[in-house]
């Protein structure tokens, strides 16, 4: 049992240093949004902070932060593999801090083949769907900025999981739905549906 958590862990662990890697190269991609300030303005990961620009010098933080996260929960799976430190319930206490700082990096940007959002980079070919929700008095981003208040936010669902961003304007809105619609292969009418019935609540 011991031997399959550990191998488990190892697993995990390569996954999410694969994607922080596969993010880190991308962002060499050239990008298609955001590309000046009005669009940074109106995209954020969290609806209180607009995104910064996905180039090394503007995430350089948050790629130290996660490289330092990672690397402190490589050390501390190897000490506890040679010194017998941990038992297996310990493993997802390792994983924690990994998992709740995938948004470390403040980063939402379209590339030529696929979004990066966050320490993830999502391929056209692994959206499954997309959505944008208005932001009302029931959504739980509303109260936290004004502008944020009289956007949207953009679901983006893959085959295992989510992610999404605020959008704080109709144009870049409608920039991001023409770019989406051209590239993810969804069911738009099902998608153009669920956010009219959004509207008219």
């Known amino acids: 049992m011991k031997l399959f958590m550990d191998i488990l862990f190892l697993i995990v662990i390569g996954y999410f240093s694969y994607k922080f890697i596969q993010v880190l190269v991308k962002m060499k991609q050239k990008f298609i949004l ?5 669009d940074i303005a109106a995209i954020r990961k969290h609806p209180d902070k607009p995104v910064d620009f996905p180039v ?3 995430q350089k933080v948050g790629i130290i932060i996660y490289s330092l996260i990672l690397l402190f929960v490589i050390i501390m799976f190897l000490l506890g593999v040679f010194f017998q430190l941990f038992d297996s319930s ?6 924690l801090p990994i998992v709740n700082s995938y948004n470390i990096l403040n980063l939402f940007a379209v590339v030529e083949d696929g979004l990066l959002s966050g320490s ?4 056209w070919n692994k959206i499954k769907s997309f959505e944008f929700v208005r932001i009302d008095v029931n959504h739980k981003f509303y109260g936290f900025s004004a502008e944020a208040n009289e956007g949207y936010q953009l679901k983006v669902k893959t085959k295992f999981y989510f ?7 109709d144009e870049m809105k409608d920039r991001l739905n023409h ?3 051209e590239h993810v ?3 738009e009418k099902a998608s153009a549906l669920k956010e009219e019935a959004t509207i008219n609540e």
Do not use: H, M
């Open 34 to 38: 955001p590309k000046i300030n009005e």
């Open 56 to 58: 090394y010098s503007k």
């Open 90 to 95: 310990l493993y997802l206490l390792l994983l």
């Open 120 to 123: 993830r980079f999502v391929a």
């Open 163 to 169: 992610t999404s961003c605020v959008i704080t304007s």
């Open 179 to 181: 770019i989406l619609s």
């Open 185 to 187: 292969q969804v069911n």
